[in-house]
């Protein structure tokens, strides 16, 4: 069994940053590709940053320049800088691996964090 426990989230003024961290646990040999999902209130979940297990990494246009997302495979975390943040950023943030690896033999598919709630006020 795998997890992964999101933290880093709170109450910000628009302008400022924060950073959110990503951590999956458990019995784990590789990871794919790791995400960040945002849902705002009364709209679909939709996808902010994802980075490879090689460090490419793609943004969502309304972010790029102002969020960062990077990863430490040794400790089997992501992260997302986000600076510069506005109220349109606030919203639940989920973290998101689309394959775990817990041997070769054992694996996970499209596994989500529980998500850490983002508040940018204006």
């Known amino acids: 069994q795998v997890q992964l426990v999101e933290s880093g989230g709170g109450l910000v003024q628009a302008g400022g940053s924060l950073r959110l961290s990503c951590a999956a646990s458990g019995s784990i040999f590789s990871i794919n590709t790791m995400d960040w999902y945002r849902q705002a209130p009364g709209k679909q979940r939709e996808l902010v940053a994802g980075?490879?297990?090689?460090?490419?990494?793609n943004y969502a246009d309304c972010v790029k320049g102002r969020f960062t997302i990077s990863r430490d495979n040794a400790k089997n975390t992501v992260f997302l800088q986000m600076n510069s943040l506005k109220p349109e950023d606030t919203g639940t943030y989920y973290c998101?691996?689309?394959?775990?690896?817990?041997?070769?033999?054992?694996?996970?598919?499209?596994?989500w964090g529980q998500g850490t709630l983002v508040t940018v006020s204006s």
């Open positions: 998101h691996a689309d394959e775990i690896r817990g041997s070769a033999t054992v694996g996970y598919i499209g596994v």
């Open positions: 980075i490879t297990s090689r460090g490419s990494t």
